[in-house]
């Protein structure tokens, strides 16, 4: 049984950083997907990025590229989102989300919720002005 659990969330001023944890225990044997998603009350669930867990391969929503970093550690089962250059419209719930590969997502599933069979709690972050 796949566990995820998110860590990292907090508030920081527009411009600073943080960085998001996800530990996925039980998956690390398997080679999986795992993407971070965000939402704000009243809103879709965005995919913001995504990493396959064999080979670091990486996709990047358009509004976070340059600025947040997905990475993984293996050894930790552990996956990052290092985010720079905060904005107010980046405060959201983050939530880490996995699927086992294969079949492996592409440029349009990996930011479909239904992809993802596994999910964590989420993580607050709020970027204040």
């Known amino acids: 049984q796949v566990q995820l659990a998110e860590s990292g969330g907090g508030s920081v001023q527009a411009g600073g950083s943080l960085r998001l944890s996800c530990v996925a225990s039980?998956?690390?044997?398997?080679?999986?997907?795992m993407t971070w998603f965000r939402q704000v009350p009243g809103k879709e669930r965005e995919g913001v990025g995504g990493?396959?867990?064999?080979?670091?391969?990486?996709y990047y929503a358009d509004s976070v590229k340059g600025r947040f970093t997905i990475s993984r550690d293996n050894a930790k089962e552990t996956v990052y989102l290092q985010m720079n250059r905060l904005m107010p419209e980046d405060t959201a719930m983050y939530y880490c989300a996995l699927c086992m590969v294969p079949p492996l997502p592409d440029g349009s599933s990996w930011q479909k919720e239904s992809t993802y069979k596994y999910w964590g709690q989420g993580t607050q972050v709020i970027v204040s002005s």
């Open positions: 039980g998956a690390t044997r398997s080679n999986y997907y």
């Open positions: 990493i396959l867990s064999s080979s670091g391969g990486t």
